[in-house]
Every structure is written in structure tokens, then in C-alpha cells.
């Protein structure tokens, strides 16, 4: 057993030791069946925080001749599955943390000098007879292991990226990185199976893959390991009753991201850090910083500000993924900002219809965080004034109503003004705050028609319907709410109901608000 070559099973072994502990060992399952055939070559690629490098020692533990994991994996689902003992502890696995090599050497020569000489230390011990040709050259070390033994070996690859991310703007380190990549995976008989992952997908040229051989699943791609990108929802229910926590809440936080048109996964760390503490609070400023998201959404390529102010009212925003080069410096449209957030977790990805939206209220948080500390400073005004509003609202101040959403049209008016879709975008963000009491409906069907906007409490607010108008009085809405009879859909919040009407007038250029309690 070495470090690299056949590690121990130490690091599965702590994670399944944890107080949270979610079995997705079946994910072995469809590595097995890849194992020794021509497509055996795997890069997966999720957000920070959502179990890559756990699912990257699990690998290792199950496959690495170098220990006994049959204890660890027996009461795990993998145990029940054809092939299970055939691959237990059978392979020879190279494991490398390429960030670790990065950040000791903090150069690519000399990263890939380092990782070629310890992995040749941990072969040259079990391998003691062999002659080899060239020890520096850690392909033709591995060719001299296969050619004279017949034995394979299983590559695993955990932060795959650290390049792309940490060096940026250095093509000449990146090139000579995937350079070493390629010629050591592509086309190698000694190779039972390559597993990689990171955050980025593999970096492209134009339209092609720079490691084409990989079969590559993504955030965008997720098939076949959707169920493994992050915490299902049975999963955090089941979490949720043992641990006796608010399951909406848990939802509310840090679902959302989207994988089919059936299932969307959670926040992995997020789940397991809120579980622990006992509270439901935004947990990636400790792995995300608030200014790395501010470099992005300042990029205000072709109308990006527009779109993250759609996000931010709650919209889906159309995205076109397939340009993106899949690093963090080429970017040519808006649409390759977009899909690097994607890719960084701060957006969904709705496959069927082609949308990005914004997941949850831990990434509404951290938007919100960022744009107070960007360029943004009349977003940044409205976003402030939110909580005024709502208390205002709340207080029936219609005057004061008007005068906030007022503010929040001069400051936020990045659309043409002129239609109550527009007007939508306004008091979306200018009840942002209200997310934090309320589950907000654009368009819910009830009583005889569709309410614009209806504010479903969380706790012990006011439910809300709101109305709007453009160009015409607000009293015309508060009518329409009573005529069409959308508190029908309310019956249960009949006795705390706010009625709120607001209008917009194109000649005057004003807004009014009308707010009834209902009756």
C-alpha cells in the first residue's frame, strides 16, 4: 500500500463515521459496468460543497488493493449489487488530488515533476523487479508495469480544474497540463478505468474537447449519476425526521437544483452544516466568497445586468451553454457568464426549456450579498428598501407603498417601461425582502381568473394578493381581485388578508397603491 498507489481506505472511513452519513455507494454500480471496456473513461463535474472529493474516496476505498473495505461497504447498498464482490479491493488505483500537487508546487513543471516521482516511489515498492527505462517519465513507467506484469491500473482524479481556476490567465501552464493529461489517459492499454472530477467540465477548443475520450457528466449533463449530484428529496426528509428539522425550511434553503424534469437535488454541505448547527442560515460564505460572484454579475456583457435583475425578481432567464469554453476567462457573451455560474452552483439549469434561475435562498442571499458590495448602487437601494416596503405593506401606509416602489422603478428600471410585465420585474425586486416570510406566486390560478402576485406566509404575516395595473387606477385592481374573487384560493388566511393594489400611470409617470384588508 502507498499514498497514491493502492491507498488505504482512511478517508471513506472518516466521512462514514460522521453523525451524516447519506449511502450513495450504488453509484459504484454504473462505474462497475465501465471498468475494462472501451468507454472507461469518466469526468464528473458538480459545484463546490456537493460531495465530489467524497464520492472520489469512496472510489478509491472500494476499489484499492491496498486495504480491506469489506467491513465499510457490507451494510451498504453497493453490497447488494451483481458485481460488488467481483471489484472489492481488486484493482490497482492511482489516486491523485491534483490540487495538492498545485499548492505545493505552484508551478506546473514542477507540479508535474513532483507527481510523477511519488507516484514512481509507490510503484517502485511493489514493483521491485522491473526493469524500467525511464523513471521520469511517468508514462513509460507505467507501460514497463503493464508490458511486464499485465497489470492495469484505475485512475482517481479529484480537482481536476485547480489549473483552470487558480491560473486563470496562464494558457501556456494549462496547455502543457492537458498535454500531460491526454497523453497519459488516451488510447493506454495499462488503463482499467479513469475517473475524474473537479468543478469545471473539460476545457474546449472551439467546439471540441481538449480530452475528448471522456465521457462527461455536469450539472448540465448530469445522466447518468443525476440521483448522486447532491441530496435527493426523500433523502433530506428522511434527514429532516431524524433530526427533527423543518423539512420546507430545508427545501426553501437549499433546494432547487434542477437535474430531470423529476427530480432536483440539494445543497449537499449546506444540508449537513444546517443539520448540525440546528439553524437554516447561508453557509457558502464559507467556502464562496461574496466577491467572487461580484466579478461575474459586474461582467455586463450584451444586457447581463438585465438578466441577473430578472433572476434576482424571480424569472428563468434563457441561456445558450454550448459556447462557453468551460474556463473562467473566455467569455464572449452573456451566456458564457451564465453557464459558468451554472457550473459554480449560484444558477439552476432547467435542460427542458434551456433556462438558468437562481436555486434557492442561500444563493439569493449570496447574490443579494454581492450586489451590495459591486457597482450596482441603485439595485443596491432597492434591495435596502425591501424591508421597509414590506413593513410598510404591512402597516397599510400606501403612500409610503407607492413612494418605495417608486424608487424601486427609477433604480431598477432596466426594461422599457411599458407594460405590467415590466412592472412585474419592479415589485418583485422591490419585495425581495419578502421571500424571507413569504413563498411569492406569480400568476396563481384562483377564484375566476389569475392573480398577479399572491404572498403565501411562512409564519404568522399576512397573506398577500397583489394586483397590477398599468396605466390604470389602482382602485380598478383592488375591484378586479374582488370581482374575479381570487381570495377564493386564500380561504385560509381569509381572517389575515391584505388586498394590494398598484398602478402605474404612463402620462403622470407615478405609481399609487391601494391596500384593503379583505372582508
Given at each position: 500500500m502507498g499514498i497514491y498507489l493502492n491507498p488505504q481506505n482512511t478517508l471513506f472511513q472518516n466521512m462514514k463515521n460522521s453523525e451524516i452519513y447519506v449511502d450513495h455507494s450504488l453509484m459504484i454500480e454504473n462505474?462497475?459496468?465501465?471498468?475494462?471496456?472501451?468507454?472507461?473513461?469518466?469526468?464528473?463535474?458538480?459545484?463546490?460543497?456537493?460531495?465530489?472529493?467524497?464520492?472520489?474516496?469512496?472510489?478509491?476505498?472500494?476499489?484499492?488493493?491496498?486495504?480491506?473495505?469489506?467491513?465499510?461497504f457490507k451494510d451498504l447498498?453497493?453490497?447488494?449489487?451483481?458485481?460488488?464482490?467481483?471489484?472489492?479491493?481488486?484493482?490497482?488505483?492511482?489516486?491523485i488530488n491534483m490540487q495538492d500537487?498545485?499548492?505545493?508546487?505552484?508551478?506546473?513543471?514542477?507540479?508535474?515533476?513532483?507527481?510523477?516521482?511519488?507516484?514512481?516511489?509507490?510503484?517502485?515498492?511493489?514493483?521491485?523487479?522491473i526493469e524500467y527505462f525511464d523513471i521520469d517519465d511517468l508514462i513509460q513507467v507505467l507501460e514497463d508495469v503493464y508490458a511486464e506484469v499485465n497489470e492495469r491500473f484505475i485512475f482517481v482524479?479529484?480537482?481536476?480544474?485547480?489549473?483552470?481556476r487558480e491560473y486563470k490567465n496562464n494558457k501556456e501552464a494549462q496547455s502543457q497540463y492537458l498535454d500531460f493529461l491526454r497523453n497519459l489517459l488516451k488510447d493506454k492499454p495499462y488503463i482499467s478505468l479513469c475517473y475524474m472530477t473537479g468543478i469545471l467540465p473539460i476545457k474546449k477548443y472551439g467546439t471540441h474537447s481538449a480530452l475528448n475520450m471522456f465521457k462527461e457528466v455536469s450539472i448540465l449533463n448530469p445522466t447518468p449519476l443525476e440521483e448522486f449530484m447532491g441530496f435527493t428529496e426523500k433523502e433530506v426528509q428522511d434527514l429532516c425526521l431524524k433530526y427533527d428539522m423543518d423539512y420546507e425550511k430545508m427545501k426553501d434553503w437549499y433546494d432547487g437544483y434542477k437535474m430531470t424534469d423529476d427530480l432536483s437535488?440539494?445543497?449537499?454541505?449546506?444540508?449537513?452544516?444546517?443539520?448540525?448547527?440546528?439553524?437554516?442560515?447561508?453557509?457558502?460564505s464559507a467556502t464562496e466568497t461574496y466577491e467572487a460572484l461580484r466579478v461575474y454579475i459586474d461582467m455586463n456583457y450584451d444586457g447581463l445586468k438585465d438578466d441577473i435583475v430578472k433572476l434576482l425578481a424571480g424569472e428563468?432567464?434563457?441561456?445558450?451553454?454550448?459556447?462557453?469554453?468551460?474556463?473562467?476567462?473566455?467569455?464572449?457573451?452573456?451566456?458564457?457568464?451564465?453557464?459558468?455560474?451554472?457550473?459554480?452552483?449560484?444558477?439552476?439549469?432547467?435542460?427542458?426549456?434551456?433556462?438558468?434561475y437562481i436555486p434557492n435562498k442561500e444563493v439569493i442571499d449570496s447574490f443579494v450579498n454581492s450586489i451590495r458590495s459591486s457597482n450596482w448602487n441603485e439595485t443596491t437601494k432597492a434591495l435596502l428598501n425591501s424591508r421597509a416596503l414590506l413593513e410598510a405593506t404591512w402597516n397599510r401606509d400606501e403612500e409610503l407603498v407607492a413612494k418605495y416602489i417608486e424608487e424601486a422603478h427609477l433604480d431598477t428600471a432596466i426594461l422599457t417601461y411599458n407594460n405590467e410585465n415590466a412592472l412585474s420585474y419592479t415589485i418583485s425586486i422591490a419585495?425581495?425582502?419578502?421571500?424571507?416570510?413569504?413563498?411569492?406566486?406569480?400568476?396563481?390560478?384562483?377564484g375566476k381568473g389569475?392573480?398577479?402576485?399572491?404572498?403565501?406566509?411562512?409564519?404568522?404575516?399576512?397573506?398577500?394578493?397583489?394586483?397590477?395595473?398599468?396605466?390604470?387606477?389602482?382602485?380598478?385592481?383592488?375591484?378586479?381581485?374582488?370581482?374575479?374573487?381570487?381570495?377564493?384560493?386564500l380561504e385560509k388566511y381569509r381572517d389575515n388578508l391584505l388586498l394590494v393594489a398598484i398602478s402605474y400611470d404612463k402620462k403622470t409617470k407615478k405609481h399609487s397603491c391601494v391596500i384593503e384588508k379583505y372582508k
Open positions: 462505474i462497475n459496468k465501465i471498468i475494462n471496456t472501451e468507454n472507461n473513461k469518466l469526468c464528473v463535474s458538480r459545484p463546490r460543497r456537493f460531495g465530489k472529493s467524497t464520492d472520489a474516496n469512496m472510489l478509491v476505498a472500494y476499489y484499492s488493493k491496498g486495504c480491506d473495505s469489506s467491513n465499510i447498498k453497493i453490497s447488494q449489487t451483481e458485481l460488488y464482490q467481483k471489484h472489492l479491493n481488486q484493482h490497482n488505483v492511482i489516486h500537487f498545485l499548492s505545493k508546487t505552484h508551478d506546473i513543471d514542477k507540479m508535474l515533476i513532483l507527481l510523477t516521482k511519488l507516484i514512481f516511489r509507490d510503484i517502485k515498492k511493489v514493483y521491485q523487479d482524479i479529484d480537482e481536476w480544474d485547480c489549473i483552470f437535488v440539494y445543497n449537499h454541505r449546506s444540508v449537513v452544516y444546517a443539520l448540525m448547527d440546528r439553524k437554516y442560515e447561508n453557509y457558502w428563468h432567464v434563457a441561456v445558450q451553454t454550448t459556447s462557453f469554453q468551460n474556463d473562467m476567462t473566455t467569455f464572449k457573451s452573456k451566456d458564457d457568464v451564465l453557464t459558468l455560474l451554472i457550473h459554480l452552483g449560484y444558477l439552476g439549469y432547467n435542460s427542458s426549456n434551456q433556462t438558468c419585495y425581495m425582502y419578502a421571500r424571507n416570510h413569504y413563498t411569492i406566486i406569480r400568476e396563481m390560478p384562483s389569475y392573480a398577479d402576485m399572491v404572498f403565501i406566509p411562512k409564519d404568522d404575516k399576512p397573506a398577500m394578493i397583489v394586483e397590477l395595473k398599468w396605466d390604470h387606477e389602482a382602485e380598478t385592481a383592488i375591484d378586479q381581485i374582488r370581482e374575479k374573487k381570487y381570495p377564493k384560493g
